[in-house]
């Protein structure tokens, strides 16, 4: 089963497999895009509402990848979906490629080229310069920014 992020209605995604999607996905749509998931939804595609306990688990990979920022509540009901259903995701987004690597989904890629490898991001503070595995609001020890860093 294909499970399709926004990036599959936008760019008019085919598959003959069965897919499916989650009702949230519809929120993030407009134009011909809604008008293809509302014809989808009509002919049969599989609208699932991942679990709390699955949600959860998927924050948890999100926080360790440090992606969890960058991933809307959107993102990760859908990787969650992708988890539970055992399906294939079908995104552009490269946060949620990468947490979906951690949990071993598979993805399919629409119109970019996938991610090469899993990253862990680190957190780098703006002023000292200080880095830290979690993201926090402010730098604990100078009270800067902290910016999202790449530890390649």
Known sequence: MYILDSSAFINEYH??????SIPLVREELEDESA????ALEGSGMHMHI??????ERIERAARETGDFEELS????RLVAASFELDGTLVTDDYAMQNVAEKLNVTVEVIAREGIDDQRSWIYQCQGCGREFDDNHDRCPVCGSELSRKNPA
Request: proline residues 5%.
């Open 50 to 55: 991942p679990d709390a306990e699955t949600v």
């Open 15 to 20: 598959t003959d497999e069965q897919i499916a």
């Open 73 to 76: 509540r959107t993102d990760i």
């Open 35 to 38: 008008y293809r998931f509302d």
